[in-house]
DNA sequence: GGATAACTGGAGAATTATCTCCAGTTATGG
DNA sequence: CCATAACTGGAGATAATTCTCCAGTTATCC
């Protein structure tokens, strides 16, 4: 009944309750620098308990994607909802975008879990499902004003964030900011028309630079 | 030695001949179909040989990536070479982004092997190092002609091409031509100016779709 | 068509990751 | 401060994958 306990069950003794709250912690640095693809002894290692109490508290590598996760996802609903506010819609997507690639940029395992269904569980999922019409409200409301191409439906959102998604994962070593280059191309290509370009937010990669890229 | 004979030393026997070709082309389907990470078993069940077969011809598996690949990449830089003779630099952009397209979306393990450095061997590494000025010629063609904004830099073409890649390898099991969209998005967001969004190249998803995508 | 070098294929060694088990240790409540 | 239920941690069982080895088979050359 390793990690049933859930919430019905008497609380954890404060020690065990103590090592939890280390191997979660410790899940959320390792996840955000090398994805979720870690072992678990990894984890454990780097939160300083034994591979059986990690067991003993997370039936297995899902569960505590599960509750590493569920924080970082909720967080993004947060920043949709905040996008929404804002005065101006089309600002509104911008902002929704930009923070979004700040998250993905810094934390591997976020993105991972964003775009893969199998990662995670209940916890993660519920929260994967709130973020779709948080998401969705935005563009939407954008899309009203008359500011984005309305030739797009909430269907295609997630595709446009996947795309700054994956230039973030793949200059994530050498220049962790470079993503914003190419949202800003996208964000043009999104507009219904425009005179000019918009200024690019990072300057480009130089050969030798891009040379390291993908390894 | 295993699969050292390269070029100088004597031809292979007709039946090993036979053998090796034919784990090339179980190669190639196995890894268009699932990507480069399965096993060399399956491969060799694939092709009808022993396991045993497969590891004297090749002494691992990114030797056998590096003979199932080579010729993929060659195919599109002769694709890179085509789009440049294209009369109009701008249509020449966009027939080498379909193209490119049409590809990776089709073989999961050529968009692996392009985008990962540590994929293949010395063939392949070859073939991509030649990709790169062919990619590069038709997009400078385009931008001296004034039909690509001209921040870019050609170290950003790849990055475009990766943004539709990353689309095409995510709808691939639910609808292997939404990739298109998302490309004519990006098109729009290339061009210097433009008055009205291009119509785009394939319909939406619906929800339900939607929700069959990343898995 | 026989001698032999080359090749075949699968059993299993080596490696790596996941997960279980339990002897020993520790927090807690009476 | 003691009894004991709860927890700890790592040794190893299990499983998956990569790669090696060699007894048996087959193509080829004379």
Redesign the pocket.
Do not use: E, F, P, S
């Given at each position: 009944m390793?990690a049933s306990e859930k919430s019905t069950d008497?609380p954890?003794?404060?020690?065990?309750e103590?090592?939890k709250q280390r191997l979660i912690a410790a899940a959320q640095e390792v996840y955000a620098e090398r994805g979720v693809e870690v072992?678990?002894?990894d984890i454990a290692r780097h939160a300083?308990?034994?591979?059986?109490?990690a067991?003993?508290?997370f039936?297995?590598?899902a569960e505590l994607i599960d509750a590493a996760f569920e924080s970082e996802v909720r967080q993004m609903i947060a920043l949709a909802e905040a996008a929404l506010t804002h005065q101006d819609p089309w600002e509104g997507v911008v902002q929704l975008l930009l923070t979004t690639g700040e998250h993905v940029a810094r934390n591997r395992g976020l993105r991972e879990v964003l775009v893969n269904r199998r990662l995670g569980r209940d916890r993660v999922a519920a929260a994967r499902e709130q973020l779709t019409p948080a998401v969705n409200a935005v563009f939407t409301r954008a899309q009203q004003a008359g500011h984005l191409r309305d030739d797009l439906e909430v269907t295609d959102f997630p595709f446009i964030q996947m795309m700054i998604g994956a230039t973030a994962e793949h200059s994530r070593d050498v220049a962790p900011e470079l993503w914003r280059r190419y949202l800003t191309v996208l964000l043009d290509g999104l507009r219904p028309a425009r005179n000019s370009p918009t200024p690019l937010a990072h300057r480009a990669l130089d050969p030798q630079e891009f040379d390291q890229t993908m390894v």
């Open positions: 390793t008497r954890l003794r404060a020690d065990a103590r090592n072992t678990l002894d300083g308990v034994g591979i059986g109490t067991y003993r508290r039936a297995d590598h």
